[in-house]
């Protein structure tokens, strides 16, 4: 995993503890004590995401919060705000001021790392299609918008083979896409084969989520599917 992050949080003893945890997702952290620092940091070099351990010495946290978000260098960058003890009120006014996901600690590593690698594939998201909308406006890199010709290509994976192929034929009669089937683990295998789909319709098993799941990451992972 790469990217830059940047941990804001006034006891250096977090932002220590934090930075070992994250040593192994190969993203490059920096660190900020305050509020003013951690501005003007975002303002020098944007970082992909931000982690912000409540409130701070000279700002509170949903103040910091609404700075970054009202900010030209900041309106798009994902926020995550950790502590202990957030109630339903802390938890809805950190999401209202612009927070994007409130985590309490003591953090589970595994899930955490999962949903800094969703907010960050989000950032780069749109981070990508305001590059492609500055390019239509220099000379010469604008191009007219191609014809939608082909129907759109959806890919039905489920654990189970038979239901995919149900749902393919259920659908078939009353939609114009172009239908895949497969089980799940022969989704996965073929993906390289096929030019990426439109969509995925993936069936998750009650009993067995995990394999269904790991097929999602699998997608997320992977720039053609992302």
């Known amino acids: 995993m790469t990217g830059h992050l940047l941990i804001v949080d006034s006891i250096a003893a977090n932002r220590c503890a934090l930075k070992a945890?994250?040593?192994?997702?190969?993203m490059d952290t920096r660190q900020a004590e305050t509020a003013?620092?951690?501005?003007?940091?975002?303002?020098?070099?944007?970082?992909?995401?931000?982690?912000?351990?409540?409130?701070?010495?000279?700002?509170?946290?949903?103040?910091?919060?609404?700075?970054?978000?009202?900010?030209?260098?900041?309106?798009?960058?994902?926020?995550?705000?950790?502590?202990?003890?957030?109630?339903?009120?802390?938890?809805?006014a950190a999401l209202r001021a612009g927070a994007d996901d409130v985590i309490t600690s003591p953090i589970s590593e595994g899930p955490f790392l999962a949903r800094?690698?969703?907010?960050?594939?989000?950032?780069?998201?749109?981070?990508?299609?305001?590059?492609?909308?500055?390019?239509?406006?220099?000379?010469?890199?604008?191009?007219?918008?191609?014809?939608?010709?082909a129907p759109a290509a959806l890919v039905f994976a489920a654990c189970d083979g038979p239901d995919a192929l149900k749902w393919c034929r259920r659908l078939k009669p009353i939609v114009p896409y172009r239908m895949r089937a497969d089980p799940i683990s022969d989704a996965v295998r073929t993906m390289?084969?096929?030019?990426?789909?439109?969509?995925?319709?993936?069936?998750?098993?009650?009993?067995?989520?995990?394999?269904?799941?790991?097929?999602?990451?699998?997608?997320r992972a992977r720039a053609s599917t992302r």
């Open 21 to 26: 945890r994250l040593a192994g997702s190969f």
């Open 36 to 92: 003013q620092e951690a501005l003007e940091m975002i303002h020098s070099e944007p970082p992909d995401l931000v982690i912000l351990g409540g409130d701070l010495t000279d700002m509170a946290r949903d103040d910091f919060c609404r700075s970054v978000k009202t900010s030209s260098h900041g309106a798009a960058l994902p926020i995550i705000v950790t502590g202990g003890n957030f109630s339903h009120t802390d938890r809805l």
């Open 116 to 149: 800094l690698r969703c907010l960050q594939r989000a950032h780069d998201t749109v981070h990508g299609l305001c590059l492609r909308e500055t390019a239509k406006r220099i000379p010469g890199l604008a191009e007219d918008s191609s014809a939608f010709d």
């Open 192 to 219: 390289s084969h096929f030019a990426a789909p439109d969509g995925f319709v993936i069936g998750v098993s009650a009993d067995t989520p995990e394999e269904g799941l790991r097929f999602l990451a699998e997608i």
